[in-house]
């Protein structure tokens, strides 16, 4: 069963702006944390959370994209959607939507039994 599903990645030149969307599954979207992680296979590490909000709307942002990036609930359609503007080449990455019982495990508790993820979604900054 397929809880999350990623749409909205893509190419774009620096400086543009593109919106990612997470459909996710009512139960997810209404009793979990829910966020972004992206991956980029050139860089060590597991990954970084971009940004997450919780269920009563509190959201955190990774230091490198404040300012530039927006995540928001859409409640009508179990939707989170991600923002993402002045967009930098650094910024390319495949980007997964995730959720768990809590914010501050989203990457950490990765394949724990609260924790799910999509199947990801490219995003390609050109400069």
């Known amino acids: 069963q397929v809880e999350l599903v990623e749409s909205g990645g893509g190419s774009v030149q620096s400086g543009g702006s593109l919106r990612l969307s997470c459909a996710a599954s009512?139960?997810?979207?209404?009793?979990?944390?829910m966020g972004w992680i992206r991956q980029d296979p050139g860089q060590e590490g597991e990954g970084e959370v971009v940004?997450?909000?919780?269920?009563?709307?509190?959201?955190i942002y990774a230091d490198s994209v404040k300012g530039r990036f927006t995540v928001a609930r859409d409640s009508a359609n179990n939707t989170i959607n991600l923002y993402m503007n002045r967009l930098k080449p650094e910024d390319t990455a495949m980007y997964y939507c995730?959720?768990?019982?809590?914010?501050?495990?989203?990457?950490?508790?990765?394949?724990?039994?609260?924790?799910?993820w999509g199947q990801g979604t490219q995003v390609t900054v050109s400069s």
């Open positions: 940004a997450s909000i919780d269920t009563d709307g509190s959201t």
């Open positions: 009512e139960y997810l979207f209404n009793h979990r944390c």
């Open positions: 995730a959720a768990d019982s809590h914010c501050g495990l989203l990457l950490k508790s990765k394949g724990g039994p609260f924790n799910d």
